[in-house]
């Protein structure tokens, strides 16, 4: 057969939302790059995604559905093939048995970003579980606090126009460590750069992204409110605000300005752990460059005070009015510039949906042991694997082995979550299925047409669903669907078609143009077209409606800092993306085993060595990892890699034993970067082969 290429989407959780190649010879994908005349994305795709066809095509893929014949958390061999209809059977009777006893809100669906496709995503799967009535999950392990605070302060996830950031003549990469997070928005910025642009990074670590800018501000973790104070305070000082555009499209700049007050550069820096010349410096370039863009990383928001942190952060560019420019503002999300509505589609008007409960996704650790009622007794789990990646993994173990919780997943591969399933149910990946994709880092809209047949059994995920819904009996039209009706109802009310897609692949679908400055005038997606920097609905929650300070929890208690001196951040890897490819030999290979690294000072005073094992403990558990001695990161700072998997790592733990369930001041969104924890040689390294 003839070698055929396939326009597609890159489906994971990252800004960049590459479009790809994928060749395909005798039916087997053979070839993967990225699609060289995307206008954004342009070919490269990055070093996760590189070897992707290892994956989809590996030894390792689920191609059948499997159910537990032995006890929970013991791996695959407790598991037994069966039929889909046997599985589908098994999962009714199972949901059908906890609500009878306990009523639908005892069923919980768990879903996140394993894929940002809206067909295999967050629309069939939360429709039945509403019909069903079902608990609701609020989904907000990401970016639950950035985008609470950014809909408070500009009406919803929107900014400068990304690939506008070539004008900027100033840009804060602001908690955004782009070379491994955010690959495809670089180039933009270093185009920027070779125009004369000066390029800081603010982050707590020394990142990949710190060491290529022009200069690198390291503040202590969970400050950066305090930080973004102090630089418009000292605008104020310097009379550098835009009283006029100030005056025009927001609201609350007295009320702010009077909180500034309190705010001195002094203030600022002692907080932040910086030298006041280092704010006052950059405060000066902030006060005389034009146009300043603020593109604002997710990483600043893992800690208690994150929604205010963002709001602040966000505000800089208000204070200064780089709305007015192409190439100035903040941009922390491009979500809100999409008009596709998600939850028009997984929740139609036309379909019963009776009222029920939520439950916040970043507390599945305390909902599974206690804090929900009715408690939890049914989960269903896809595009997820929160054994994992969700906070204070001791805890979660400890719900997920319940023996009265019935537990399905839909998986690819065998991840830490299966191995607490009562179902496994086999799904398939991208080039497998049809899927229609937005970006949260850019403003065009994918289509993805399967191009290769599924191995095995493997179903996509709506189609599971569907079949859920008949093995439940539920028959509304609704719960028949197709996946191209699912395409069309997404698509519909906005300017794009299916048939744009299927002709074109991506089209632009937010109507804002290349290098636009959409908010020079305002035009805010408020009720009023103005941003609020005083926001009076903030009450509700407990927050100071004027843009302000809320320091962290842990990393700002000195009482906890005497047992547990180190603040630990658990980082994005530039091979792993959350919990995907943490299975696979090549992407394991390049990221190593867990390491922790430690500033110089901390290793000598804990007497430690490169490379020497150790143990990261506070009061909820603890995990093994090498040491690296390097000054990436500050004194009193301590970091390690997010996404491996507990089964493959040293000891059966990862850096999430440690985490806490704990809010955040805005969004409910966990506090990864919020914690304490000391570190000591480890005696032995048990658990170092894996488990099964």
Same mark, same amino acid.
């Given at each position: 057969?003839p ?20 060749? $395909? ?9 990225g ?36 006890p ?19 999962? !009714?009777?199972?949901l059908?048995a ?8 005892? $069923?919980l ?151 500034? !007050? ?17 704010v ?75 009222a ?33 990646t ?5 805890r ?38 049809l ?15 399967? !191009? ?17 819904a ?15 009706d ?10 794009v ?11 632009r ?7 636009? !400055? ?70 394991t290979a ?27 403990h ?75």
């Open positions: 057969m070698r055929t290429t396939h326009l597609g989407a890159c489906p994971l959780d990252c800004p960049d939302t590459c479009t790809w190649q994928l060749t $395909v010879e005798d039916g087997r994908a053979v070839g993967l790059r699609d060289r005349e995307h206008p954004f994305t342009r070919g490269a795709l990055c070093g996760k995604v590189n070897r992707y066809l290892d994956v989809l095509n590996g030894p390792d893929r689920l191609t059948t559905p499997l159910v537990r014949v032995g929970k958390g013991v791996g695959r061999s407790a598991y037994t093939a069966v039929s889909w209809e046997e599985a589908t059977d098994r999962v !009714a009777a199972g059908r906890a609500i009878d006893r306990f009523g639908a809100e005892t $069923v669906p768990y879903y996140f970003a394993g894929t940002m496709g809206h067909v295999q995503g967050a629309t069939m799967g939360p429709r039945l579980f509403a019909h069903l009535g079902a608990s609701r999950l609020q989904t907000t392990i990401c970016t639950g606090a950035a985008s609470a605070a950014l809909r408070s302060l500009l009406g919803d996830r929107v900014g400068f126009e990304p690939e506008s950031i070539v004008e900027a003549r100033l840009i804060l990469l602001w908690g955004a460590n782009m070379v491994s997070t955010n690959l495809h928005h670089w180039p933009f910025v270093q185009q920027a750069r070779e125009r004369g642009a000066y390029v800081v990074a603010i982050d707590p670590l020394r990142t990949d992204t710190a060491v290529r800018c022009d200069e690198h501000l390291a503040p202590l973790p969970g400050t950066d409110a305090a930080l973004a104070l102090g630089l418009m305070r000292h605008l104020v000082d310097v009379d550098a605000t835009d009283g006029a555009w100030l005056a025009a499209h927001t609201v609350g700049w007295p009320q702010t300005a009077a909180r500034l !007050a309190e705010w001195p550069v002094e203030r600022a820096a002692a907080e932040c752990g910086l030298a006041p010349d280092v006052r410096r950059l405060g000066d370039r902030i006060a005389t460059t034009r146009p300043t863009a603020v593109r604002i990383g997710l990483g600043l928001q893992r800690h208690h005070g994150a929604g205010q942190a963002i709001r602040a952060v966000a505000a800089l560019s208000l204070v200064t009015g780089d709305f007015r420019y192409p190439g100035g503002g903040s941009l922390c999300m491009t979500s809100g510039h999409h008009p596709i509505d998600e939850d028009a589609v997984a929740f139609p008007s036309d379909l019963p949906t009776p029920a409960r939520t439950i916040n996704m970043s507390r599945i650790a305390a909902a599974l042991t206690g804090e929900a009622e009715p408690p939890v007794t049914a989960l269903v789990v896809f595009n997820a694997n929160p054994a994992a969700a906070p204070d993994q001791q979660l173990r400890a719900g997920l082995g319940r023996d009265d919780l019935f537990t399905t997943v839909l998986e690819q591969r065998w991840t830490d979550t299966c191995d607490w399933a009562d179902v496994v149910l086999p799904a398939t990946m991208q080039p497998e299925h899927d229609l994709h937005s970006s949260y880092g850019h403003h065009y809209t994918t289509l993805n047409v399967p !191009a290769v047949e599924a191995p095995g059994q493997a179903l996509p995920n709506a189609e599971i669903f569907r079949r859920i008949a093995a439940l009996g539920l028959d509304h039209p609704r719960m028949r669907d197709s996946d191209a699912l395409v069309r109802q997404l698509l519909d009310g906005t300017p078609t299916l048939d744009d897609l299927r002709e074109h692949t991506y089209v679908g937010s109507g804002v143009p290349v290098g636009a !400055a959409p908010y020079a005038d305002g035009g805010f997606p408020t009720k009023d077209g103005r941003a609020r920097l005083v926001d009076p609905e903030l009450v509700r929650y407990g927050v100071d409606p004027v843009i302000g300070y809320t320091p962290p929890a842990e990393a700002a208690d000195p009482v906890l800092a005497r047992r547990f001196p180190l603040v630990l951040l658990s980082v994005a890897s530039r091979y792993l993306l959350n919990s995907t490819f943490a299975g696979q030999p090549w992407h390049r990221v190593g085993p867990p390491r922790l690294h430690l500033h110089p000072d901390d290793a000598a005073a804990r007497g430690l060595t490169d490379g020497e094992p150790v143990r990261v506070n009061d909820r558990g603890s995990f093994l990892a090498d040491v690296v001695v390097d000054d990436r990161t500050r004194p009193g700072v301590a970091f390690t890699h997010k996404a491996y998997w507990a089964r493959l790592s040293p000891g059966g733990n990862t850096v999430n034993s440690v985490t806490a369930v704990r809010d955040t001041d805005l969004g409910g969104a966990p506090t990864f970067h919020d914690t304490r924890v000391e570190v000591s040689t480890a005696p032995a390294r048990p658990g170092d082969e894996d488990p099964e």
